[in-house]
T-cell receptor
């Protein structure tokens, strides 16, 4: 049972480049989330999904897009990367609200 | 505004001793709380949760206490082991038209052998 798997683990982008982060979960969870973690700050929610085909904005959605075409996958896209998007990105999933989130091991992204 | 904070950013504890990590929250409408452990280079790992209708919940070597009067949450780890060294942070769930989980910044716990 792999839980939540994120790819890639590391990535370096130049300003203006685009990329997609992939998250896959094998727990049949309905809810999926994308967070970013920056030094000195708590995890901040970028976008989330309450089920296949649905997405919603979180706390810091600007500059990101997401898609949930399949229940087990949640993709995070950066169309035009900026240095401010340098961060560690975590994907998480959960059964329902008010239940523990299960996190992947993160993607460390550096934008130069 | 809402906030989830920690009283101490770092905590060093002798191996075998008990440790207590504290968390203050500001939103009295928060109804669900979670403690996470994060080791270097890894994602947050669920430790224990508690709902607002409870004051205390115990797990394996861990206990979470919730004091709604002063909006305070604590995580107690009994008989600490080297593997307990990590960053611990709390999260609170509040409903603002939709559910929102707000995370604290974390306390780094170091176990001294």
């Amino acid at each position: 049972n792999a839980g939540v798997t994120q790819t890639p683990k590391f990535r370096v982008l130049k300003t203006g480049q685009s990329m997609t982060l992939l998250c896959a979960q094998d727990m049949n969870h309905e809810y999926m989330y994308w967070y970013r973690q920056d030094p000195g700050m708590g995890l901040r929610l970028i976008h989330y999904s309450v089920g296949e085909g649905t997405t919603a904005k979180g706390e810091v959605p600007d500059g990101y897009n997401v898609s949930r075409l399949k229940k087990q996958n949640f993709l995070l896209g950066l169309e035009s990367a900026a240095p401010s998007q340098t961060s560690v990105y975590f994907c998480a999933s959960s059964w329902v609200v008010r239940s523990p989130l299960h996190f992947g091991n993160g993607t460390r992204l550096t934008v130069t | 505004g809402e906030s989830v904070g920690l009283h101490l950013p770092t905590l060093s504890v002798q191996e075998g001793d008990n440790s207590i990590i504290n968390c203050a929250y500001s939103n009295s409408a928060s109804d669900y709380f979670i403690w996470y452990k994060q080791e270097s280079g890894k994602g947050p790992q669920f430790i224990i949760d508690i709902r607002s209708n409870m004051d205390k919940r115990q797990g394996q070597r861990v206990t979470v206490l919730l004091n709604k009067t002063v909006k305070h949450l604590s995580l107690q780890i009994a008989a600490t082991q080297p593997g307990d060294s990590a960053v611990y942070f709390c999260a609170e769930n509040v409903y603002f038209g939709n559910e929102k989980l707000t995370f604290g910044t974390g306390t780094r716990l170091t176990i001294i052998p």
